[in-house]
């Protein structure tokens, strides 16, 4: 499996940010897919997954401002980031959970004025 992320950038607080993450590989399709982010000395953190059936999950920090999306017959998964807040500034990374985790490179995500 190959993940190809892209969307991130410079965005001023409370603007928004569509990230978008594109995998490889016909098991996808059953997979949970999701979006996990790390910010500068902290640990890498779940912002949201969503698996095979639909099933959301979001991380305490991106509930309520951040929708995550899935198309099945391109193998995408979409985060729309809304609200944004300087401390959502991180390195967001795409996985793809099979029999093992997959991660994409990461696309740096700056809030800031």
């Known amino acids: 499996v190959q993940l190809q992320a892209s969307g991130g950038g410079l965005v001023q607080p409370g603007g928004s940010l569509r990230l978008s993450c594109v995998a490889s590989?016909?098991?996808?399709?059953?997979?949970?897919m999701g979006w996990h982010r790390q910010a500068p000395g902290k640990q890498r953190e779940l912002v949201a997954e969503i698996a095979g059936t639909g099933r959301t999950v979001y991380g305490t920090s991106a509930e309520g401002r951040f929708t995550i999306t899935r198309d099945y017959a391109k193998n995408t998964v979409s985060l729309q980031m809304n609200s944004l807040k300087p401390e959502d500034t991180a390195v967001y990374y795409c996985i793809v959970k099979l029999a093992r985790d997959y991660w994409g490179q990461g696309t740096l995500v700056t809030v800031s004025s």
């Open positions: 590989g016909s098991a996808v399709r059953i997979a949970v």
